[in-house]
């Protein structure tokens, strides 16, 4: 049984830092691109951050680049989302998904798993 476990949430400050981690399981993590998401309740998800299987390649939505980083570590089937320099607009559940494709990953186009979130909230 496939199972993504997101964590790392939690209440911060505007500016602050926060690191996410998702730990995967039943899965050969090496071969899956995995990604971050983010969904506010009433509003479509958002595409956050791509990584491809290896980490050689990472993608980001504009509304974060320069301030978050994706990384993996396939040694502990663990993708993690650094996050920095945190906004209000970044409030939001945080999902991390997986795929054989990473352009699926980066289009949101139908992941093959998904975790069950993580609650980021920025409060100024």
């Known amino acids: 049984q496939v199972q993504l476990v997101e964590s790392g949430g939690g209440l911060v400050q505007v500016g602050d830092s926060l690191r996410l981690s998702c730990a995967a399981s039943?899965?050969?993590?090496?071969?899956?691109?995995m990604g971050w998401f983010r969904q506010v309740p009433g509003k479509e998800r958002e595409f956050v951050a791509a990584?491809?299987?290896?980490?050689?390649?990472?993608y980001y939505a504009d509304s974060v680049k320069g301030r978050f980083t994706i990384s993996r570590d396939n040694a502990k089937n663990t993708v993690y989302l650094q996050m920095l320099k945190l906004k209000p607009e970044d409030t939001a559940v945080y999902y991390c998904?997986?795929?054989?494709?990473?352009?699926?990953?980066?289009?949101?186009?139908?992941?093959?798993?998904w975790g069950k979130g993580t609650l980021v909230t920025v409060s100024s």
């Open positions: 998904g997986a795929s054989l494709s990473i352009v699926l990953v980066i289009t949101d186009g139908g992941l093959d798993y």
């Open positions: 039943g899965l050969t993590f090496s071969s899956y691109a």
């Open positions: 990584i491809s299987m290896s980490g050689s390649s990472t």
